[in-house]
T-cell receptor, first 110, second 114 residues
Framework: SQQGEEDPQALSIQEGENATMNCSYK?????LQWYRQNSGRGLVHLIL?????REKHSGRLRVTLDTSKKSSSLLITASRAADTASYFC??????????FGTGTSLTVIP | DTGVSQDPRHKITKRGQNVTFRCDPI?????LYWYRQTLGQGPEFLTY????????KSRLLSDRFSAERPKGSFSTLEIQRTEQGDSAMYLC????????????FGQGTRLTVV
């Protein structure tokens, strides 16, 4: 079953703008990971945030986690055309497997 | 190459045939996962291994599906008597197997059942 749910389902922005996508989940987690997937390709790991962390940065990426609201957000700053992809959150819990959301499709217009 | 490797990348098969996919994880990773992804959806968990032990299987994994990881290194996923509904991308991932470690995915095997 898929625990996470990303919002919005699709997002279209101009190059240089910031893109924000959200992930909501249902049960307690140990960590949350964000992945990027280009069309028809494998998933690329972007960032992992632990349940005791509130914010994490990696390059142009900023991830926040609010365990009280069971939600996370991924911010991509100064977007580029190459950022066009689908973005998924995946929640990890004590069961060791992790569950993916339905994804946000991001289009960055040059 | 230090990434997760999957073979083949594409497979077209006739309904009713058996297919087998292979996954080679990152060498020091003891945990290996299989996921299935259909068009427009997120990956769905199928099963995972800790070394050679298969520790969990999703209810999505019907009795036509079997996965092995005989020596705790590479893994195979076999689908018997394929059906058109099995058409999907099959993704393999590996991780160090500790809590809060990242999982890295291969490029996937795209299966088309005709």
């Amino acid at each position: 079953s898929q625990q996470g749910e990303e919002d919005p389902q699709a997002l279209s922005i101009q190059e240089g703008e910031n893109a924000t996508m959200n992930c909501s989940y249902k049960t307690s987690i140990n960590n949350l990971q964000w992945y990027r997937q280009n069309s028809g390709r494998g998933l690329v790991h972007l960032i992992l945030i632990r349940s005791n962390e509130r914010e994490k940065h990696s390059g142009r990426l900023r991830v926040t986690l609010d365990t009280s609201k069971k939600s996370s957000s991924l911010l991509i700053t100064a977007s580029r055309a190459a950022d066009t992809a689908s973005y998924f959150c995946a929640t990890g819990s004590t069961g060791n497997q992790f569950y993916f959301g339905t994804g946000t499709s991001l289009t960055v217009i040059p | 190459d230090t990434g997760v490797s999957q073979d083949p990348r594409h497979k077209i098969t006739k309904r009713g045939q058996n297919v087998t996919f292979r996954c080679d994880p990152i060498s020091e990773h003891n945990r290996l996962y299989w996921y299935r992804q259909t068009l427009g959806q997120g990956p769905e968990f199928l099963t995972y291994f800790q070394n050679e032990a298969q520790l969990e299987k999703s209810r999505l994994l019907s009795d036509r599906f079997s996965a092995e990881r005989p020596k705790g290194s590479f893994s195979t996923l076999e689908i018997q008597r394929t059906e058109q509904g099995d058409s999907a991308m099959y993704l393999c991932a590996s991780s160090l197997g500790q809590v809060n470690t990242e999982a890295f995915f291969g490029q996937g095997t795209r299966l088309t059942v005709v």
